[in-house]
């Protein structure tokens, strides 16, 4: 080995113990940061993981946990805390495809939440499951944690056909299932586990109600199943031996009349009523009736089986033999006997409402509306030809002493700067307001007989500058979707909705400067009675007000004739008789929707947002003349039910209601003597009682 070599082998060796460190030591950093790293993901997630832990999640979507796809149905939530108090928030997660744009959409349905250790609580929500692809997502959060999730599988839990639904604790009425595309899927729920939202029975053909009683469900629940009757829902009541559950005062108040006992009919008498197949070898036993109301729909000699009432739009029929007894409980005719009294309507088509060019937003025609706050044109113009002028003057005057031409750039900046506080202090409030607007149009369309009234609805949130989406509300519990324009137009947002005692509306998308619109309806408490008897000398009208709202600028439409009958206040009774020749408006089939004005000065193709409403009603109904022959027409202008509350009850307001009945004419002959009609100022008005509450009417109607 050389001196040289020796020489550089020392210096290597000398430069590897002093110059480059030994790689153990950061290698045994780079561990101890990892290991820091782990205890660290591991504080954070152990606390979550404890909860999942002690948080279980259990779901039942729709009844009997079958639902129909397309059709909003009931999801009960039933969450089991063993862990420490939970003070949060369920959530409720329902995605959905948007085809236009090929995403996914996100429906968040929220409520409070607070469970204590050791305890169970159950929360039902309204969703609508487009179809099966996607899970339910069941979230329990705190805050911005998620403490427990839940996916729900949809596609063992579906059927295709309608449902008819069976509240009873022996009936078996699975005879009726039918696989076909228009068949039925016989269900037997748990009373208590009805919907308490009447859209939870959008998916419900009939209900058949046999041996159990309405007083063990909710008021809720009670009120749901009222509206869905009235919306046009059937109800079919069996009678049996325990009529006393048939007197007790919520099924009373639907069924057609009360039992008062039983009658034996002989057999003899099953002849005319049943089919040869019916076991007619000793006589049956049915709920004996007194006065009721409605029809009979089947009798045997004078006693009547099947007795059927008007309820809004729906019916509700009393069977008065017991459908699971002797000898009906085995009979072959018995299916065929149940539809045949059920009617059910057929299935509808599918809405291409969501595809066709349509009306615009009514919404877009409200807040159009609001211009009128705007100053006016000659306002506008004053002011631009006083800026301009100083403007001009400022540049034409030359500055000619040289002492003074520090004056020049006041010149030249003096009008901008004076005039434009003054812009703001005049234009800006209403160019550019502060916070958040909601914005509402209604189309209130009372139910006879019923004292309930459906609600069609457009709503709308949006902000300018600055403020929360997030809007409360009162008055009344839609259900809400996306709006038909952005569907057609492929902008449908994601949307949180929060139940409760305060219900809540958020798009997820907080632009500003963007009408974040939804489209709902509603069953709402609305008493309004009114009725049209053609005279010898023209239309008597007598409307009752009890809608707990003022009606304005009322008209009737009437066999070609608008007659203006000024303002009915809540709790008032109006009755006038008109004469169309001196009290009328000739209008045709479509030019009376004229008097539904937007507002006064409107330019004529400013079509009035209530106006919009009513069409696109007609529209989706598919009527093209209204009322049409041998119906009247009711409409008034009213407040809208559904108005901001809570954190929002400062929100600027942009409302609008139409109230729209129509009604069946019925002739009647003018009183004996009486031969002058009353002018339309001389119409009678009463203020009603607080006591002339509507009690149920009840005649009798002989048996043939």
Known sequence: MTSRDTVGGRGYGRQRAGGFPSARPRRLADLRLLLVRLLLALACALPRALAADTIDIAATVGFTDTFRPGHWTPLTVTVTNRGSDIIGELEVQVTGDDALRGRLLVTSRRRTLELHRDSRKSLQFIVHPQGLSHPLVVRVRSGDEELARAEIDLRTRFAAQRLLLVLSRNADLDYLNDGSVDGLRVLYPHPELLPAHWRGYDAVAAIVLHGVSLERLSASQFEALHKWIAQGGILAVSGGVDYAVLRT??????????????????????????????????????????????????????????????????????????????????WDGMHELLLQSLRLPPLPTTSSSASEPGLAT??????????????????????????????????????????????????????PILFAPAAWLLFGPSAFPRGATAAAVALIEPLPDSGFARLGLELGVFANRSGPLR?????????????????????VQDWAFGGGPRPYVEPLDQRRYVLHALEGEDVIAFRLEASVHVEATGPRLVLNNGSGRSLEDLWLVFDGHAYALGTVAAGARLERRLVASSHGIEVGAASWQELLRSRPGAAPQMLAPTRMMLLRRLQDAGRSGFPGPGHALVIAQTSNPLRPAGASAAWSHLESALVAFRLAVAASPAPAGETKPAEPDEGEVQRLESSEGRSPVTEAVPVH
Do not use: C
């Not at 009979?296 to 099947?306: D, E, K, S, Y």
């Not at 309820?311 to 000898?327: K, N």
């Not at 809007?471 to 902008?491: F, M, N």
């Open 471 to 491: 809007l409360e509300y009162r008055g009344a519990e839609p259900v809400l979707y996306p709006h038909r324009q952005a569907l057609r137009e492929g902008k």
């Open 249 to 330: 005062p919520r099924l009373a108040s639907l069924l057609p009349g009360v039992p008062l006992g039983m009658a034996r009919v002989a057999a003899d008498e099953l002849h005319g009523a049943f089919s040869a197949s019916l076991d007619r070898s000793r006589p049956i036993h049915v709920n004996r009736l007194g006065a009721f109301q409605g029809e009979v729909r089947l009798r045997a000699g004078n006693v009547p089986l099947i007795v059927e009432r008007a309820l809004g739009l729906g019916r509700v029929l009393y069977l008065t033999f017991d459908v699971a007894s002797h000898p009906f409980d085995r």
């Open 362 to 415: 009514p919404l877009m025609e409200l807040i159009r509306a609001r211009a009128a706050d705007f100053p006016g044109s000659a306002t506008v113009f004053l002011f631009l030809i006083l800026y301009l002028g100083l403007l001009l003057a400022g540049h034409a005057i030359p500055v000619r002493e040289g002492r003074r031409r520090w004056l020049a750039p006041l010149r030249g900046w003096g009008a």
